[in-house]
């Protein structure tokens, strides 16, 4: 399996993005549905020009995108890239779980052994 290099730039992007809570929180709003920047900074108490500027982060990583509507541009989660990263975290996750159920098999047999 070849690994593409951008691959791994979007990953990063993508975690680094979501490394601030602010910007966490935003893309919990927009998982209800899509929002103007407007709407996004009402729960917080940072300016709007703040919000702009973390949306840009976002979309940079390839999470959020904005499209055009009459005189509103709302501001859309993009799915495909939270996917990207619950699956690189599943790839590891299941190995890991696999590692847990061999020890645990192993930690029962012993137990039997001494009974």
Do not use: C
Request: glycine share 4%; hydrophobic share 35%; net charge neutral.
């Amino acid at each position: 399996m070849t690994v593409d290099p951008g691959d791994d730039d979007r990953l990063d992007r993508a975690f680094a993005a979501l490394a601030d809570p602010v910007r966490r929180r935003i893309i919990a709003r927009l998982s209800r549905g899509s929002a103007t920047v407007n709407e996004l900074a009402e729960p917080f108490e940072i300016t709007k020009q703040a919000v702009s500027k973390h949306i840009q982060v976002l979309e940079q990583a390839g999470l959020v995108t904005r499209s055009r509507d009459a005189q509103r541009r709302p501001v859309h989660l993009d799915p495909a890239q939270l996917e990207a990263m619950t699956a690189w975290i599943d790839r590891y996750r299941l190995t890991t779980e696999g590692r847990y159920r061999r020890l645990d098999a192993l930690l029962e047999e012993e137990k039997e052994k001494q009974e």
